[in-house]
């Protein structure tokens, strides 16, 4: 029998596999059961991440940290390849995170999902099941397994529950074509580095460095890698599957796709391509520094020119992950210079960074992506010309989404702003002029913030012929005026919102997570 | 090489003639091409003229069994009336049908003297006189037949009329449904002797068994005689298989357009066939030219050899003249279901009794009892289905049939 | 004959016996009962005739009068397509209920072609190729016009017919070449003929040529571009049973025939065929697969897909280590093509035939075969929607999915050899596939109903989605022993 | 290279073997094609009688004439109304085709004659036909059986395919 | 007695055998037409194998056992041909391929 800490990983991923097939055998009228069971059987995981932070954080961070949790189970021997998994500093955050939002995303939907409420509960747990997988495998077939099993899921929740006007059976193909055409190259680079080094195991494809002093067929391989990750994370220029895929997405689906898929292209770059293909990254991370900067930029000016307030959102996430491709990026072109002083802390710095933006993108833009919902569930509308004033008629909602998007921001004080300081504070001592470039962006987004979102929502004049009916979400009546928020939702942002002051304030221990994680990434280079 | 010596052993002929033509010194190929070309002529001209005895025979002999006079008009006997036909025929308006095509409809009739032709070549009238004595003979004979049977398609669908056409498909599904037991009894005759050239089943039917009885393959393999005489009944196109002429159904078969010489060439590629199937059968089971005293006086093969034929012929003759037309459907049910089965047996019987002990003659009785066996099996259950076919009828429609079978 | 000759030819003995024991067993069965009691004499037959195949598993190869050769490469096709046939059997049941007439000789048609393709799998003298190709497609000739009345049936087997009789005349030119340069038929034989030929001057003339020719039958029968204009026509005019079969079985003869030939025999001439099915390979799979994004129908659907699947199939064969032709041990060739092309068949079968049991489900019961007719399936029969979903993923080659492996498989080939100008044909196009089959899933799942009628699953439809479910799924998730038994299996062929 | 009259016969006979199949495939009416196809088998069997392979000329005749050829005049005729009259009979590609075959006709040429076949100079001393009839129960059992099935397997087909309804 | 006939004599009348028979595969209407076109790429396949048997391998019969295969094979296909290409006449009336054109894509 295995120890709990052995199976604690495998119980982390199966049990909203475990949950989600259990739950095919419910009657589908009675969507009360389904959604219960499913929302109870989501702590779980949720619970055993909590203890995986505590854990983690109280025995293995003084220890040094490293890879933990870990389980090596036969599984293709005939392929060399293993049942392998293990957490780190890097991952049992974002863990944290993805059950997280899963559980908010599920209480959230069990309220707001009318219709094929069966089929949307085991899509979602499944989706959970598969997310969670890539960030602990430590396999490179398992983990493109569970990378792949991500995509059926989210196809479905964009497709059948995203809003008919948004197109989102287009959105949902696009997504799909896009992740998949990433996938099958990083399936090829996988194979290209399986017979290099002989091995499936990330941390032994790591150690053997494959392809070391053959820049050309390792820049092959790496752009294999990197073009999968680029699309998820997404990275200018292949952004463009984003707006569509979450504008149509449910909100819920929105939330777990700006929360944590984003999250898993950027987990691939930092536990896969950092360390195994240090000399590449290193010879091509101008271009990534150059895409994050666009990104940046890009996406925030954009966000500016946005009318639907969903669509904004998602273009912010263009220009919050393109922090994360420059950390990483500014890393990687730190790894040539490694021997000038203070080096690697600002390459450490920048990872730093990255992570943080990661964790804290999730917390935030999940939350904005619930904010948003809640207030196209009252209004049916998102564009922005519709609204106007709302400040005095919900107050909870305006503050919740002051705090929010203050974050986002990168207000001092909130989670943002630490994800932001650390990310350009490691870029500057790296890549100086680019990173310069890149401030333009921040300044671009306190514009969309303030003047796209803040003021046009929720300042300025009550109207109240832009929109006749609004549906009161307590009791389901439309109304004339905007009703608060509702326990249910209200529920759903507190974690968040504490989250991200506490964080914001106090980011220490996250931190110290995720710079283990870099230094035992930038120690091995 | 003395005129004597031709007498007693005429296949000398084609050699002597080959050397006195090199002897002037001609070029060996120029000497094979003459030859060639003298030997074909030779066959032609016998196979041709033959046809002008046949139907006197066939036409005096028919009427004789139905108690008839038959020609008797034109030369003592009638002997001159089928010259009498030819001159009329040839005197006749030769016409093409509106709408015939005209390639096809002259092609036709040449294909089936070709037929006939080509057949002949293969018959060996006495020890080494044989056109060719190939050694796939007995399959190229079963290959020709596939000629006269497109010859007879071609004539009916050319002449543009529809029983001429239907006796063209006629043709085909006849000959070719018979074609199979034909084959099959030919192959057991074939696996026995162990050869297929003509001459040489001649040859090998001269060993006598135990010394005395004629190594005829009638005698060894009477049943498979019996299937290959009823299957050149069909080849031959004659009743109780005539159903390609019917005139009552079918006006007179692929031929009905036909006139004049066209037409004389049909008639005598029909009657030449029936010789040819005689021969044939004479050749396979009778032992061909074999007789006494045949080795000393190889001429004697002729006369042996043309009494055989005769004889199969005047069998063919006394069938056509005594029994009645078979209906279409009776006559492929026969072949498919009696026929062939039956001939497959015999041909398993053959090829298993021929290896069963090491002594040909033991062998031989064996194939010959099991033969007997066979067929007294055959008409046992072919009776016994059809009686049971007769009661069933009576039992539908009772009173209609009064007949017995 | 020894008894190990026997046992090698067990499975074809089985299956001729079968064959005549359903045509036998349609005179003395009662009219109700025939139905299941002809499919039951198939599918025992068929059984028995797997069972005899497996017991040859890992035996050391046995050549019969070195006409047919049993090692391990045909013996997992043999188990692989006779497995295949007893899911074509049962889920044929239903649907030739419907058309009410000959019902055995079906059966026995079906023992027929998996007889000639237990024969085509172990091949070993190109007389044998030529004559079990020509057996696996006479016998589909019949199958695919055995919809007598229907003039899409006859259409689609006249048109199979022209083309494959034509191809299989050109490709017997091919064969003919190579029997007058090196004066036999044997396939080991006709290899050790050609080693010692310099490729100079007319040799080289010769190799290019008869590779062509060969290229033309096999290509026929494995619908690769351009050889490939029969495919679509035939499979939507065919019997849906008969379509599957033609997608997967029949595809698996074709290329157990073409691998052998082109490996075992013409290694000397390896540049030429490589060179030229690699173009061929690129060429089909783009071609099939930009095609089947207009299709409309499921059955023409499937067909331009299956064309496209030979082309990544025939990745495999292309990327064999050029090395491997000097005999270098398995371990350095975890991915040797042949492995991949195995994999890949296997996947393929269940996929395809989970696939078309589904398209006949529906077609039986509503007469159905577009594409949009399949809007809303998820409401009218969430199984049916469901299993397609998962046989398309196992298409499209997403993971965990048996369909995944066999891409893995064929790219891992391709990326071992580094042939960087196919792996970027093949991604784009697996791209191109997904929009297609992401077509069907859209219209399951995302569209509403046109028609409420729920479809029932009849029984012997189920016992096929249940056993095809279960190994795309099963052996998706645990594909180790599969792995395992390819790549012993095209050892064999390897090592030749 | 001396000609010898084989030689002659030998071009006769591949002259009369492809104008009959140019025939085959230049007439427009259907059954003259038949009837050119016919020519062409009768050639092609002449020309196995000249290699020799009596056997061969003679089933080829048997099966190709007697049975094929009849088949096919069998089916224009079943199939009547598209025999008589002059249609149009090649298709819009006839042009490309005949393109195409002629290509290949030089192709093929070039590659036969460039081809250094190991040619073996010497006569066929031994009887071929036992040696076939050795082959077909010994070497060639296994196809020979299997030619068996599939033969049955294809009539059975035929009829089931041609039968009136 | 063939011998003093070069062996590529032979060879050229398939290949001319072969190119007329794939001209009539590819350019004729009409289904019979297009089988007589097949038959002849199967005679010229047959010359070849014959040819080569006569001169490479004169002693044995690989070759014109395989020919004979090669008929017996032909055979098959044009029963089945022919058989289909009633079966459609019965059913359309025509057996011009341009006119039987249900399926179209």
């Not at chain 1, 449910?250 to 360390?275: C, D, H």
């Not at chain 2, 005895?53 to 009336?81: F, H, S, T, V």
């Not at chain 3, 996929?351 to 078309?356: I, R, Y």
């Not at chain 5, 040819?51 to 019969?61: H, L």
Request: hydrophobic content about 60%.
């Amino acid at each position: 029998m295995a120890s709990f800490n052995e199976m604690i990983l495998s119980l982390v991923v199966f049990i909203p596999l475990l949950a989600a097939v259990v739950l095919l055998f419910f009657p589908r009228e009675n969507e009360r059961l389904i959604k219960l069971w499913s929302i109870a059987i989501s702590i779980i995981p949720l619970v055993l991440t909590i203890y995986l932070m505590v854990n983690y954080y109280a025995s293995h961070i003084p220890n040094g940290g490293g890879m933990q949790y870990e389980v090596k189970l036969s599984w293709i021997p005939q392929l060399n390849s293993y049942f392998h998994l293990g957490a780190d500093g890097l991952s049992v955050p974002l863990l944290f995170l993805t059950a997280l939002l899963s559980t908010l995303g599920l209480y959230y939907s069990s309220f707001t999902i009318k219709k094929r409420v069966k089929e949307f509960f085991f899509l979602f747990l499944l989706l959970e099941m598969g997310m969670m997988g890539v960030f602990v495998a430590l396999d490179f077939v398992l983990f493109y397994v569970f990378w792949e099993i991500g995509l059926v899921p989210m196809y479905f929740l964009i497709g059948i529950w995203g809003q008919p006007k948004d197109r989102p059976r287009y959105a949902a193909i696009k997504f799909f074509i896009y992740t998949l055409v990433g996938s099958v190259a990083m399936m090829l680079a996988i194979l290209a580095v399986y017979f290099q080094t002989k091995t499936f195991d990330m941390q032994e494809v790591a150690a053997l460095q494959p392809f070391a002093g053959n820049l050309p067929v390792a820049s092959l391989v790496f752009w294999g890698f990197m073009l999968a990750f680029m699309i998820k994370v997404p990275s200018f220029p292949f952004h463009t599957w984003l707006p569509d895929a979450h504008t149509a997405a449910p909100t819920a689906g929105s939330v777990i796709l700006a929360g944590v898929l984003l999250k898993l292209g950027a987990y691939g770059i930092i536990r896969i391509v950092l360390p195994t293909f240090p000399e590449a990254f290193s010879q091509w991370s101008m271009a990534i520094v150059i895409l994050g900067v666009i990104g940046i930029v890009y996406g925030a000016f954009v966000c500016i020119a946005q009318s639907d307030l969903k669509r904004l959102i998602a273009y912010s996430s263009v220009s919050h992950m393109g922090y994360v491709m420059l950390g990483l990026g500014a890393a990687a072109a730190g790894i040539g210079r490694m021997t000038e002083p203070g080096m690697t802390d600002s390459m450490a710095m920048a990872i730093n960074g990255a992570t943080l933006q990661m964790f804290n993108h999730g917390l935030i833009t999940g939350g904005l992506f619930f904010l948003v919902g809640v207030l196209y569930e009252r209004a049916h509308t998102r564009d922005l010309g519709m609204f106007g004033g709302l400040s005095a008629k919900i107050p909870a909602y305006y503050g919740i989404m002051m705090v929010v998007a203050f974050a986002s921001l990168g207000l001092p004080g909130l989670a943002g702003f630490w994800a932001e300081f650390f990310t350009f504070r490691g870029a500057f001592d790296i890549v100086a002029v680019w990173a310069a470039i890149g401030v333009i962006g921040i300044v671009a987004t306190a514009g969309y913030i303030l003047y796209r979102i803040i003021q046009s929502v929720f300042l300025g004049e009550y109207d109240p012929h832009k929109i006749d009916h609004w549906t009161d979400m307590k009791d389901g009546q439309d109304k004339h005026d905007p009703s608060d928020m509702a326990g249910f939702e209200k529920l759903t942002m507190v974690p968040l919102v504490i989250l991200i002051i506490i964080l914001g304030v106090f980011p220490t221990p996250l931190v110290e997570f995720f710079n283990q994680a870099a230094e035992t990434i930038i120690n091995a280079l | 090489m003395n005129i004597f010596e031709f007498i007693r052993d005429p296949s000398q002929i084609g050699p002597w003639f080959n050397e006195v033509l090199l002897s002037t010194g001609m070029q060996p190929w120029v000497a094979n091409l003459i030859g060639d070309i003298i030997g074909v002529l030779l066959v032609v001209i016998v196979v041709l003229s033959s046809a002008i005895m046949l139907i006197w025979l066939e036409r005096k002999i028919a009427a004789r069994l139905q108690d008839r006079l038959g020609p008797n008009r034109a030369g003592r006997y009638g002997l001159l009336q089928t010259l009498a036909d030819i001159v009329k025929l040839l005197t006749k308006e030769d016409v093409t049908p509106d709408g015939a095509d005209r390639v096809s409809f002259n092609l036709a009739p040449a294909l089936m003297v070709m037929q006939i032709i080509m057949v002949a070549a293969i018959i060996p009238v006495a020890s080494g006189l044989v056109g060719a004595n190939l050694s796939v003979g007995l399959l190229y004979f079963v290959a020709m037949s596939g000629i006269a049977s497109i010859g007879a398609l071609m004539a009916g669908w050319a002449s543009n009329n529809k029983y001429a056409l239907l006796g063209g498909f006629r043709v085909v599904a006849q000959l070719m449904s018979y074609e199979i037991p034909l084959a099959f009894s030919l192959l057991a005759a074939v696996i026995w002797t162990g050869t297929m050239a003509t001459n040489d089943l001649a040859i090998k039917q001269g060993e006598l068994l135990f010394g005395f009885i004629p190594g005829w393959n009638i005698v060894v393999m009477p049943f498979a005689a019996l299937i290959f005489f009823i299957s050149i009944l069909a080849e031959g196109e004659r009743a109780p298989f005539d159903l390609l002429e019917a005139e009552s159904e079918i006006v007179a078969g692929p031929n009905i357009e036909y006139s004049g010489l066209k037409f004389a060439w049909f008639y005598l590629q029909f009657f030449v066939n029936s010789l040819l199937l005689a021969c044939i059968f004479a050749t396979v089971f009778l032992g061909g030219w074999q007789g006494p005293f045949v080795d000393q006086f190889p001429i004697l093969g002729v006369g042996y050899f043309f009494a055989k034929s005769l004889i199969v012929l005047l069998a063919l003759m006394w069938v056509r003249a005594t029994y009645p037309r078979l209906r279409i459907d009776q006559m492929m049910t026969f072949c498919w279901k009696v026929l062939v089965p039956v001939t497959l047996v015999v041909v398993l019987i053959v090829a298993i009794g021929a290896r069963v002990t090491p002594d040909r003659n033991i062998n031989a009785v064996i194939i010959s009892v099991a033969n007997i066996v066979a067929l007294f099996v055959t008409l046992g259950i072919v009776g016994r289905s059809l009686r049971r076919d007769v009661e069933r009828r009576k039992a539908a429609l009772p009173g209609a049939y009064t007949a017995q079978v | 004959m020894t008894a190990s000759t026997l046992q090698a030819i067990l499975p074809a003995i089985i299956l001729v016996i079968s064959a005549m024991a359903v045509v036998a067993v349609d005179l003395i069965t009662h009219r109700r009962a025939r139905d299941v009691v002809l499919a039951g004499v198939a599918v025992v037959g068929l059984l028995l005739a797997a069972v005899a195949a497996f017991t040859l598993v890992g035996t050391t190869p046995q050549s019969v009068l070195d006409m047919l050769v049993v090692d391990g490469f045909s013996t997992f096709l043999m188990v692989t397509v006779l497995i295949g046939m007893v899911l074509v059997v049962i889920y044929s049941i239903d649907y030739i209920k419907l058309v009410g007439e000959h019902r055995s000789e079906y059966y026995a048609f079906l023992l027929a072609v998996a007889l000639a393709i237990t024969i085509a799998v172990s091949a070993n003298d190109l007389l044998m190729v030529y004559l079990a190709m020509e057996f696996v497609s006479i016998t589909s000739y019949v199958l695919v016009g055995f919809l007598r009345g229907d003039k899409r049936s006859n259409e689609a087997a006249i048109k199979y017919f022209l083309y494959g009789a034509v191809a299989s005349a050109v490709m017997l030119y091919g064969i003919s070449m190579l029997f007058g340069v090196t004066g036999t038929t044997n396939l080991n034989a006709v290899a050790q003929a050609l080693a010692g030929e310099t490729l100079a001057g007319g040799m080289r003339w010769l190799a290019f040529s008869s590779v062509v020719l060969l290229i033309v039958g096999f290509g026929f029968k494995t619908s690769l571009v351009p050889f490939h204009q029969w495919a679509p026509d035939t499979y939507e005019g065919a019997p849906t049973p008969i379509t599957g079969f033609l997608s997967t079985a029949s595809k698996a003869a074709g290329f157990a025939l073409m691998v052998r030939v082109f490996i075992v025999a013409l290694p000397s001439f390896a540049v030429d065929w490589l060179t030229v099915l690699a173009g061929v390979s690129m060429i089909t799979m783009t071609l099939g697969n930009l095609v089947a994004l207009r299709q409309t129908n499921i059955k023409r659907l499937l067909a331009y897909s299956s064309i496209a699947q030979a082309g990544y199939i025939l990745m495999g064969l292309v990327c064999i280590p050029q090395a491997q032709f000097g005999l270098r041990p398995l371990q350095d060739f975890a991915f040797n093509g042949i492995n991949g092309i195995l994999i890949y068949l296997f996947a393929y079968v269940f996929t395809n035939l989970g696939a078309f049991a589904v398209v006949i489900a529906i077609e039986n019961q509503t007469g159905k075969v577009d594409v949009k007719d399949y809007a809303g399936l998820i409401y009218r029969s969430p199984w049916l929607a469901s299993l397609l979903l998962i046989f398309l993923l196992s298409l499209t080659g997403i993971p965990p999915t048996l369909g995944f492996w066999g891409k893995y498989f064929v790219f891992g080939a391709a990326v071992q050899v580094q042939f960087f100008a196919l792996l970027i044909v093949a991604l784009i196009n697996s791209a191109i596939a997904a929009g297609y089959y992401l077509n069907i899933v859209r219209y399951m799942f995302l569209m509403p109903a046109e028609d409420e009628e729920r479809i029932k699953i009849a029984p012997s439809l189920g016992i096929v989605l249940g056993v095809t479910f279960v190994a795309v799924l099963g052996l998706g998730i645990l594909p180790g022993q599969l792995i395992q038994w390819a790549s012993e299996s095209a050892q064999f062929l390897v090592q030749f | 290279m001396a000609i010898t009259y084989l030689h002659l016969i030998f071009l006769a006979l591949a002259g009369f073997t492809l104008l009959c199949a140019l025939g085959v495939v230049a007439s427009r009416n259907l059954f003259h094609s038949a009837i050119w196809l016919i020519g062409a088998f009768a050639g092609v069997a002449g020309l196995y009688w000249l290699l020799e392979a009596e056997y061969l000329a003679i089933a080829q005749i048997m099966i190709y004439i007697g049975a094929i050829a009849t088949l096919i005049v069998f089916a224009i005729m079943l199939s009547r109304g598209m025999m008589i009259g002059r249609v149009k009979m090649n298709n819009f590609q006839a042009g490309i085709s005949a393109v195409v075959a002629a290509l290949l006709f030089l192709m093929l040429s070039f590659v036969l004659l460039q081809v250094n076949w190991p040619v073996v100079e010497q006569a066929v001393s031994v009887d071929p036909i036992p040696m076939i009839g050795e082959a077909f129960v010994t070497t060639y059992v296994i196809p020979f059986q299997v030619i068996a099935v599939l033969l049955s397997v294809a009539l059975v087909g035929a009829i089931m395919i041609a039968r009136e309804r | 007695m063939s011998a003093t006939i070069p062996l590529s004599w032979f060879l050229l009348v398939g290949a001319g055998l072969f190119s007329i028979g794939l001209y009539g595969a590819l350019a004729r209407r009409n289904a019979v037409a297009v089988l007589m076109g097949i038959e002849l790429l199967l005679n010229a396949v047959n010359i070849n194998l014959v040819a080569f048997n006569r001169y490479i391998v004169p002693q044995q019969v690989t070759g014109q056992v395989f020919a004979i295969f090669v008929l017996a094979i032909a055979a098959a296909e044009a029963a089945v041909g022919l058989a289909l290409i009633i079966s459609i006449y019965r059913s359309r009336d025509t057996v011009n391929l341009e006119d039987i054109d249900l399926l179209k894509g």
